[in-house]
């Protein structure tokens, strides 16, 4: 019988399970729902188990169309920066604190003081802000293991807790260049024994625990591999395998990702970059994308719009479209205006120049990779919910000069499928 990959992605509004076969192929995938996490002003986190419960039910879900028993490899994704303490036995000592909790400014100022630039461990948000802030309380003193939120499902379901992988330890301080826990940390009295250790992602570390194989109607045989983070398993789901190519988000905002051969790092533009094996992921996010768009039209608009496009027939308007004052990437500038300016009389032609403009910012945002350091620009994948728009992938093909397409699969848990089938990066 033909062996299964199961990728699991833990997210913030759901769990995703998805089968694939030997060839890459979508066997079948299932979702369960998570209730909202708790908030409380800058603070935001989960209770861990409810991320364990979610995952039992999408697998189980997923095991009434797929013969579970035939699951040779499974690999999870989580997203990056949730992280939580431990006991020896897995068990949570803390609440999961989520990807977007920042309640940790105090203990950020003191990574900044010592931290590289190029640390992706900077910010409120970053995972060792979180491990520094979790570290003071009292029930951490009976913590074993620092983890992230993939790492504690992974751990859960192998029996076996305190691995990581390159991509998901960058925000907790990791040099992924030394492929080692950076000296600086001792500055900031981090306890190196809480530390996971790190693999490659892909990496298979264990066999599935036999109670939790035989609860859920896995192998006892099958392999557990290390994750990896939802954005670097997205990628992988778009099939992006040689340098040059490129991954395109079309949401809210505007993020590029880059395969390339060297990493890439500007902190000061919020560019920084994922080890994939013996290559490399660089990637920054624009404050501009459908947010930009949506100061100006609503969804129904733009849907009523697109017919009236003319991509062969381009404005010449130069707009830079941002929702508001301020960018990161292509352009640094926390106050940059909005360019949207002469505003043409008809609203498709005001639409098409704002679709021009962002398609601008993108093609800057890859030469920017370029001149740091980024190899050529030789294709563009899709995601996002701008990707269905033929019209605008024709804009941004005309100002790319590199084909563009739009991704088959997109679903993170499809990318950890594919990890997991691959045993490592693509």
Known sequence: MAGVFLGIDVGTGGVRACAVDGRGDLLGMETATLPPPRQDGHAIDQDPELWWHATVVAICKLGRSIDLRTVERLCVDGTSGTLLMIDAVGRPCTPGLMYNDARAATEAARIAAVAPADSGAHGASSALAKLLHLSD????????????????????????????DENNVLKLGYDPMARAWPVWLDELGVRRELLPKVLVPGTPFANVDPTIAATLGLSPSALVAAGTTDGVAA??????????????????????????????????????SHRLGERWLAGGASNSGGGALLSHFTAADMERLTPQLQPEAPTGLDYYPLPKPGERFPISDPALPARITPRPAEDHRFFQALLEGIAGVEALAYQRLAELGAPKLQRVISIGGGAKNAAWTEIRRRALSVPVTIAEETEASYGAALLALRGGPP
């Open 137 to 164: 309380r009292s029930e951490a003193r009976e913590a074993r293991f620092a983890v992230h939120q993939a790492d504690w499902i992974a751990g859960r379901l192998a029996g076996h807790h305190g691995i990581s």
């Open 235 to 272: 990628f992988i789901a778009t099939r992006a395998d040689a340098p040059g190519d490129a991954v395109t988000s079309l949401g809210t905002t505007l993020v590029v990702k880059l395969l390339a051969t060297q990493p890439i790092f500007a902190a000061n533009q919020g560019v920084y």
